[in-house]
């Protein structure tokens, strides 16, 4: 593991690529936070953690800033090259879908804020169910990242076929509630959102599943097969 | 205009830059014309663009992979500094945006391919209206991206306000249909995901106008108000 990451002539240089993977594992753990917080929020229909949440999207989106900088430093001073600069690319684009990982975070979280969903029992824990399953995909693809193991950034890859199909049902199961309730449509409407939000989620993680395996394979993935990216670069 | 540009020792530097550029615009065009094809699909029910639609996407998709590619190599070939490393950065991101647009309007032209929402005429012929709205503003957009023009791309970044009042109007119209006429709830939710998809495809053209602004100015205006890019960066 990092065998691609610390063989620099200059140790400047290995410290500068460390601290940045560093900031993006604090960034990451930060958007799991929030995301579990904003499940939370909207489990116990609490809206001061639902604030808080709101609140700490800022954090967000200041760390995403400055590592952004600090990429386009690390590019213009040190000039990377092949692997380094595959890592430096890797975390541009990752940070990116961890900020809006985070944004969806927040919106879920305002559904706590509204309460107007207290009354569906049901759907709520369902969609716990869904919320709980995409933040254990956050946090894998997040160590997947830490490790830059390219087989566990694969499984996360594959484990969003699933959440989209949790995605699916739990739309289907919401549209026969507004039909047997019609007047409940614009409360259940919010949920509609935050499940929509989620499947999203699980999309982000797929991207920063294939950033990980760009990195360590050096090859492309984004729109390749899964059965390709199995036979051909996973298997190699 | 073009000032940034076209000021380098190396005239093949600049003739990549010019290519990248071009490149960048010739994705941009093959997305405006999937989005407008897909509004056309709907509005018309015509499964046969539709397919187009769904088929055209692939290109977009290989578009992005080839330009990421030429920005990876120019990174470490040319070693760009300053307004040239500025450049390639605001590229690299724009084209991540415009592949989702397309993304967004596949997901749109699916909505013909389903030709469950011949029926909701007057919803169909809004949503048309706020999809050329945001037509317009990715037009826009990459006009403001060809120009390197940030008071231009300025304008597309405020006119986004304007679609979100949309989207909400709209949102309310729908959840008044369902709940006058439940049975039409499953085809009248595939119109939902057209206008949440309309929705984000006017943040993402925001998205460029902060990537052409972050340019020309060398400010990232990511998570800054509109009245403070007004008052310190346009302004000056």
Redesign the interface.
């Known amino acids: 593991m990092d065998h691609n990451i610390s063989k620099h002539i200059s140790g400047n240089f290995n410290q500068e690529l460390e601290n940045v993977r560093n900031h993006v594992l604090a960034m990451g753990g930060l958007v799991e936070q929030q995301l579990n917080s904003a499940l939370d929020a909207v489990n116990d229909s609490n809206a001061e953690l639902a604030k808080k949440v709101e609140h700490g999207d800022?954090k967000v989106?200041?760390m995403?800033?400055s590592i952004?900088?600090e990429c386009?430093r690390i590019?213009?001073k040190r000039?990377p090259?092949?692997s380094d600069?595959?890592l430096v690319?890797a975390i541009?684009?990752t940070i990116?879908d961890l900020e809006r990982i985070g944004d969806e975070a927040r919106r879920i979280a305002k559904v706590a804020l509204e309460s107007t969903a207290k009354d569906q029992q049901g759907l709520l824990g369902n969609i716990d169910n869904m919320g709980r399953h995409v933040s254990q995909m956050l946090h894998d693809v997040l160590d997947a990242f830490a490790r830059m193991d390219a087989e566990a950034a694969f499984r996360v890859h594959k484990e969003d076929a699933k959440v989209d199909r949790e995605y699916e049902a739990l739309?289907r199961q919401i549209?026969t509630y507004?039909?047997e309730d019609?007047?409940s449509?614009?409360k259940v409407?919010d949920l509609?959102?935050s499940v929509?939000s989620l499947e999203r989620i699980g999309d982000r993680c797929q991207n920063i599943a294939e950033y990980v395996i760009y990195f360590v394979k050096g090859k492309?993935i984004?729109?390749t097969s899964q059965d390709d990216i199995e036979r051909d670069i996973i298997g190699k």
């Open positions: 800022y989106n200041a995403e800033v952004d900088e386009t590019i213009a000039q090259a092949a600069l595959r690319v541009a684009k990116a739309t549209m507004m039909m019609p007047r449509i614009p409407m509609v959102w929509r492309d984004r729109h």
